[in-house]
């Protein structure tokens, strides 16, 4: 997956699919909401991951802490942040999306390289997620049908797919195969794991 940055497209690099996979947990990290004190953190692990200066993503960190309707969320550790996810209040048709209902979604999760693979995507998604289950009936993301590692962890956590039929503004799917996927407050108990579509 792509996304406007800037007025430029950059990539949205993704975990591999490794199911076995998993290194030792980490009990002393938390998760908790964000306050501006972490935008630093926060812009310097997205330019790690993601290229460009820490300094212009801090700033558009701060440009989306400063606006109604988001939510950051930080996993820290031992005074450091090592992670970090935005829940945001969107309304797609209004700003030139199809399909895709207004609501609460989720954005990726970026976690540092040496915190990997110890649950704490896990963790701080299920708080996005309970977060924003107490302010409203569901809780949307999107993802490219190629992210399987996304795909498996949101199935887990009991998100289904409702179309691959939709736009959403300001984010580009590389190969074309992008998913609308939802959470509702009690998630039929017979919802397939992601994973094992298509």
């Given at each position: 997956?792509?996304?406007?940055?800037?007025?430029?497209?950059?990539?949205?690099?993704?975990?591999?699919?490794?199911?076995?996979?998993?290194?030792?947990?980490?009990?002393?990290?938390?998760?908790?909401?964000?306050?501006?004190?972490?935008?630093?953190?926060?812009?310097?692990?997205?330019?790690?991951?993601?290229?460009?200066?820490?300094?212009?993503?801090?700033?558009?960190?701060?440009?989306?802490?400063?606006?109604?309707?988001?939510?950051?969320?930080?996993?820290?550790?031992?005074?450091?942040?090592?992670?970090?996810?935005w829940v945001s209040f969107l309304t797609p048709v209004d700003h030139g999306g199809r399909n895709a209902p207004d609501g609460w979604y989720l954005s990726g999760v970026v976690i540092a390289p040496d915190a990997r693979r110890r649950g704490l995507g896990r963790r701080l998604t299920q708080e996005r997620i309970d977060w924003a289950l107490e302010r409203g009936?569901?809780?949307?993301?999107?993802?490219?049908?190629?992210?399987?590692?996304?795909?498996?962890?949101?199935?887990?956590?009991?998100?289904?797919?409702?179309?691959?039929?939709?736009?959403?503004?300001?984010?580009?799917?590389?190969?074309?195969?992008?998913?609308?996927?939802?959470?509702?407050?009690?998630?039929?108990?017979?919802?397939?794991?992601?994973?094992?579509?298509?």
């Amino acid at each position: 997956m792509r996304v406007c940055h800037r007025g430029r497209i950059v990539n949205t690099l993704f975990a591999p699919f490794e199911p076995e996979s998993s290194g030792t947990p980490m009990p002393e990290a938390h998760v908790r909401l964000g306050v501006r004190g972490d935008l630093p953190h926060t812009g310097a692990l997205a330019a790690q991951r993601e290229g460009g200066l820490p300094a212009d993503w801090i700033a558009q960190h701060a440009r989306r802490f400063e606006t109604d309707g988001n939510q950051l969320f930080v996993v820290e550790a031992e005074g450091a942040i090592i992670g970090y996810g935005w829940v945001s209040f969107l309304t797609p048709v209004d700003h030139g999306g199809r399909n895709a209902p207004d609501g609460w979604y989720l954005s990726g999760v970026v976690i540092a390289p040496d915190a990997r693979r110890r649950g704490l995507g896990r963790r701080l998604t299920q708080e996005r997620i309970d977060w924003a289950l107490e302010r409203g009936s569901a809780v949307y993301y999107v993802v490219a049908a190629s992210n399987w590692a996304s795909r498996a962890l949101h199935g887990e956590l009991g998100f289904e797919e409702l179309t691959d039929d939709f736009r959403m503004p300001g984010v580009v799917f590389t190969r074309d195969d992008g998913l609308l996927c939802r959470r509702v407050e009690r998630p039929d108990a017979t919802v397939t794991e992601l994973a094992s579509r298509r």
